[in-house]
């Protein structure tokens, strides 16, 4: 679920421009104002004040939002501004450069999007980037970990709920037969995991845990927790199954960090907030036994930490 | 450009559905009627008949014509009316079973249709089969030939005209060593086949044509002319590139072969014909010195050569 709230009358996008205007306007930046607009908005209306805004004004909101703000809220404001496809786009382009990247952004992007949403990144960058994701990430990984991030990205996993049973038992044990052997690289054990349907992948898993005993991540942890592939597989896996518990652990580490890391916060917040910063803000709790938007409110300051918090919410769970 | 002629003034779906009734009712089927109605309508329109024939008997088309037909005139009119993603979705489909399975088929859907095409299919796979196309193929191929397919049916390729003449060039380098060191299995060769617009990759194997005085295809049958895999790998840069003359080359070994390949015929034909069939007819009179309905009508008989030849169009090239 959702942490966004809007408001149950909203203006007219015109207005909204209007108003976002006015704030960038005179002797220094409204930047309350700007919060107050753009934080209660989804992500229809925000594209609505976009277009009403550059019919207005001959220039992209971004651009203006970009001129008249700076550092972590300014980059936080953009984000949460773009359309969801867009950002993503803009958010995997960034990792696969050399002095953003990173593999943990595209994974999110592979597995936590619907097969449709990640349809619509794919296609955002061929608009944004004028070639594929896939591209960029083939040319800028190599070995065992583009082997699992190149079919990952060009997954269209489909998304019934149907169960094959008698396929998740033969699996499990392709699974299990690959963990003992420390073979995680294996063709068969990367296919299985980038092409069956989340609901298919997770009757597997359960017959993993119930038949050898653990689970496949507890498994893949005792084979070498520092191992970058196999906590990028261990990663992959909780984002298909469940989600939230990856996210509150970006979270936690993002906040726990000597100087905290903004990026990993500001990208979680701004991409969940419309999906399941819910859910992400009870598992945060219930693991750090502080509410979300206390830890934030702690770790950052100013109109950085006003939006924030106006994106998560004030409630304690 | 495509082969189909669609007549001036076109009957509505309704009428054209109740003449299919009609031509399947009484004393034998009157397949002239079904041919001279279903021949030449487009996609659009055959889809808008299966609506209004569902509509006013509770049955789709498709099952009537099951029931009415036999044999190759059946197969081929079943795939021309179908719309063009589900067609393909049945023929991946077909090409992933055990005693139908055909490599080539999976080559030519993932690079002779469109980014947008391909997506279609893989959203019309989900929708008939509740599971996704790479599933199948990884399931049922292996190796390297698993290793080309897979990135292959996956991929979302940029359809833009731009190319990066530097990264033609380094990529044309390493296409070059992995051929010379008989590495074309490798990761990178695979890569940049399955990931490049292609435009991109027109001008990479361009490049290395100019430099190193070869096409490339040419290398690699030098190779190994007798290698499944290689000759497969022929295939997508034929496919990728001037697919006019891979379809040529099928439909040249379809009707030479004793006995005639009527599966291979039947899909050409009715793939091609509201696509690209009067360019891969030309390049078959160039090729074969005998116009391509005229090989077709040597071949075949009856009510399957009157449907094709009127898919071909009855001109000369």
């Known amino acids: 679920m959702a942490t966004l709230t809007v408001p149950s009358v909203v203006p007219s996008p015109v207005e909204d421009a209007e108003q976002l205007r006015k704030a960038f306007e005179g002797w220094g930046t409204n930047e309350g104002q700007i919060i107050s607009i753009l934080a209660h908005r989804n992500a229809h209306q925000r594209t609505q004040i976009r277009k009403a805004y550059a019919d207005a004004h001959g220039e992209d909101l971004l651009k203006a939002l970009d001129k008249e703000l700076s550092s972590d809220f300014e980059r936080a404001l953009l984000l949460w501004t773009m359309e969801p496809a867009e950002?993503?786009?803009?958010?995997?382009?960034?990792?696969?450069?050399?002095?953003?990247?990173?593999?943990?952004?595209?994974?999110?992007?592979?597995?936590?999007?619907?097969?449709?949403?990640?349809?619509?990144?794919?296609?955002?960058?061929?608009?944004?980037?004028?070639?594929?994701?896939?591209?960029?990430?083939?040319?800028?990984?190599?070995?065992?970990?583009?082997?699992?991030?190149?079919?990952?990205?060009?997954?269209?996993?489909?998304?019934?709920?149907?169960?094959?049973?008698?396929?998740?038992?033969?699996?499990?044990?392709?699974?299990?037969?690959?963990?003992?052997?420390?073979?995680?690289?294996?063709?068969?054990?990367?296919?299985?995991?980038?092409?069956r349907s989340k609901a298919q992948l997770n009757a597997t898993l359960n017959h993993y845990n119930n038949s050898y005993g653990n689970s496949i991540n507890k498994d893949l942890k005792a084979d070498g927790s520092k191992d970058e592939f196999l906590k990028l597989l261990r990663a992959v896996i909780t984002c298909l199954t469940i989600p939230e518990k990856y996210f509150e652990k970006v979270l936690r580490q993002a906040?726990?960090?000597?100087?905290?890391?903004?990026?990993?916060?500001?990208?979680?917040?701004?991409?969940?907030?419309?999906?399941?910063?819910?859910?992400?803000?009870?598992?945060?709790?219930?693991?750090?036994?502080?509410?979300?938007?206390?830890?934030?409110?702690?770790?950052?300051?100013?109109?950085?930490?006003?939006?924030?918090?106006?994106?998560?919410?004030?409630?304690?769970?």
């Not at 890391?261 to 709790?285: N, S």
């Not at 693991?287 to 770790?299: E, G, Y």
């Not at 100013?302 to 106006?310: A, H, N, R, T």
Request: one cysteine or more.
């Open 87 to 195: 950002r993503d786009a803009y958010l995997a382009y960034e990792s696969t450069k050399r002095f953003t990247s990173n593999q943990w952004v595209l994974v999110e992007i592979a597995t936590t999007r619907t097969t449709h949403e990640l349809f619509l990144v794919r296609k955002a960058y061929h608009d944004r980037y004028k070639r594929s994701i896939e591209e960029d990430v083939a040319h800028h990984t190599h070995g065992d970990i583009r082997k699992l991030l190149l079919p990952l990205v060009s997954s269209l996993r489909y998304e019934g709920d149907e169960v094959n049973t008698t396929l998740a038992k033969a699996e499990a044990k392709i699974l299990r037969e690959k963990v003992t052997d420390k073979a995680c690289n294996d063709d068969d054990f990367i296919r299985i995991l980038c092409t």
């Open 255 to 317: 906040i726990n960090k000597v100087g905290t890391d903004e990026w990993a916060l500001t990208r979680v917040i701004t991409t969940r907030a419309e999906v399941d910063l819910c859910r992400i803000k009870e598992e945060y709790h219930r693991r750090n036994s502080v509410p979300l938007a206390t830890a934030i409110a702690k770790d950052t300051g100013g109109d950085y930490e006003k939006l924030l918090i106006e994106l998560t919410g004030h409630g304690n769970a």
